[in-house]
């Protein structure tokens, strides 16, 4: 995560940050307005001055609980936060936001030119005077003037160094519709080198959209070292008709499916190539999803195999790819969270339509008797426990579940 220098202390982590972070997670949406924001938890009451914070700044979970926010200014700091890192990567991980009470799941806020110019204005008020806003009442003067050290820096890269006083080469007002017809995802990455320098397209490459938002297309001018890529205040986030007016060459290229790459010869000639990083891409498209499963399982990656999973609908999946889907929601099951009942009874609602499939596979028993287990039905967890072990019988994991369960089931009720 980009904001992974600022998303700590002071932004990113009082109980506001955490109470905004269930707000965006409540809204299960992949993109929301700033205005739909301010609206739902009352921001649009402060009228952009957020010095004191007006009574009832609050929302109603899904859940029914009511949520309080205790200061305007620091939902203020946190969303600019993060609308820097959906600047940069065109989203936010949420999980990245709090990955102890939230799943991963990817957001992206918008905002108008308006609403960023008055943002801009908030937060340079703020760094210069932290010391007149209510928050100054709990924190003290060196936390709040470290507080605005970052805050001036958020808007020094959302606001001067990322974008809005950049000097592009095609100015806004002399920028014309050039892909009419164009009905796809309209985002792509292009390099400052473009954009600001005014070179043309040298190398350019599509690869797998990163959500509905993006095309898959990035434009390089082919030049461009790997530590000048590697910065991100040397990449944007462009619609294709905005990098079509810096090289207009390039409209003939963009209906070419996913993964290809093209580059210049010296008489100015796109010619599509052989990539190899396009060619280990593909080789990664193409692998057994399951196999990648089991890979991001070996790594620990639970949320990975849960996000692209549950983007394949219900239908489309198969009882193995379920069972699989199962056996991530047990793994990321914390007793020590409220979440973990939940996680346990989804992953039983994805194993249980596929019982006669899987009737004598360890793998189903196993995580059928691990998710009854962790909800505290043992007599239920040592039924799949026992049949797993008639389908692997020296599986010593599956015998040390059946003796927790005997002995659980034995222990006097009192106890």
Known sequence: MYIDKYWQNYIGGTDDSLNLV????????????????????????????????????????????????????????????????????????????????????????????????????????????????????LVDDKDMLEMAKDVEEIRKELYESRGSNRNFNVKKDDMKDLLDDWDEASGCFASNRIMIEGCEVGYCYREEPDGDWDSGWRFTAGDESDDYMNDPNNVGIYSLNSVCNNDNEIVSLLSTPYPCAFERDENGVFYQIEDEKLEDYEEDLNMDILAQCQKWYEESKHCKIIETLEAISADDRTPEMDSELARAYNNLADPHKPTCNEMLKKAIALLEPHEEYFKDDHCWNFRMGYSYYYLDQEARALKYFEKALEARPNDEDTKEFICWCKERIDYPMFY
């Open 22 to 137: 269930s707000f965006l997670e409540d809204q299960h949406k992949e993109e929301i307005t700033l205005s739909e924001i301010f609206s739902k938890i009352g921001l649009d009451r402060q009228n952009w001055n957020f010095h004191k914070t007006v009574e009832y700044l609050e929302f109603t979970h899904s859940n029914g609980v009511e949520i309080d926010f205790h200061f305007a200014i620091d939902v203020i700091t946190d969303l600019a936060a993060i609308l820097l890192e959906c600047y940069v990567n065109g989203f936010v991980n949420l999980n990245d936001l709090d990955n102890y009470n939230t799943p991963s799941r990817h957001i992206r806020i918008v905002a108008t030119s308006e609403e960023h110019d008055a943002l801009n204005n908030a937060l340079k008020e703020f760094a210069n005077d932290p010391f007149s806003y209510d928050l100054h009442e």
